[in-house]
């Protein structure tokens, strides 16, 4: 045993393995046990849970700075924010393309703000990617191939007849009903807030909407994706 099996783990790694994200996290387990190393999730590459709170400061300080100054300097000081910590988290030891995520969708909003000179725009992208997100994840299931499930059979290799098992068919059907769900109501809310012009309340909305409903839907990911295992490959024929 060397002086590295006794090393600590850093403790970003220790906060993110027990919150599942991706429905790949189900699977981390039996790849640690195959390779001896932990199956990296999104999560871990995004910078951990507290990726998710830098994503919403830039957010927090241009809706703060447009309470008091012109939408220019607004612009400039939530680019700048996105920026300080982009630089902070690399500093971190954070891989460059996790700490510079945050900073890339505050740059884009910025941008559709200083082309449209509307503050509220600067949640446009955001809404838009949740109509799609609806679109995709909605459609999939009245397509009977639900997108979890196709996921899980292409993690899995691509050569399982999980269509053809009703009990994985419904359980992938409720998880992708799961994400069609938080993408619909993250459109329908924030496009209401909108037409409204409510730019602080679509700040809030924003984090209110985010993390917490990511989590949850990717629960119910999770335990799809565990269902299918058990019933198409830890199960003999």
Request: charged fraction near 15%.
């Amino acid at each position: 045993m060397t002086v590295q099996d006794h090393a600590p783990h850093r403790i970003d790694d220790v906060a993110t393995r027990p919150i599942p994200v991706v429905p790949a996290a189900a699977d981390a387990a039996d790849a640690t046990a195959a390779t001896g190393q932990p199956k990296p999730t999104l999560l871990d590459q995004m910078g951990g849970p507290m990726g998710f709170v830098y994503s919403t400061l830039p957010v927090v300080v241009f809706v703060t700075a447009n309470a008091f100054l012109s939408l220019s300097l607004t612009i400039a000081i939530a680019v700048g924010s996105g920026l300080a910590l982009t630089v902070f988290r690399t500093v971190r030891g954070e891989k460059l393309t996790a700490a510079a995520g945050s900073l890339a969708g505050v740059a884009v909003a910025a941008g559709v703000v200083a082309w449209t000179g509307s503050a509220k725009d600067f949640f446009l992208i955001g809404i838009w990617a949740a109509a799609a997100g609806f679109l995709v994840t909605f459609g999939s299931v009245l397509a009977r191939r639900p997108l979890s499930g196709l996921v899980w059979n292409a993690v899995h290799g691509g050569t399982h007849d999980w269509r053809g098992d009703r009990t994985v068919l419904r359980a992938h059907d409720v998880a992708t009903l799961a994400a069609a769900a938080v993408f619909g109501a993250r459109f329908v809310v924030k496009e209401w807030l909108y037409l409204a012009d409510s730019t602080t309340w679509l700040a809030i909305t924003k984090v209110a909407m985010g993390t917490p409903l990511t989590v949850l839907a990717a629960l119910v990911v999770v335990w799809a994706f565990r269902r299918s295992t058990k019933q198409l490959i830890d199960t003999p024929a």
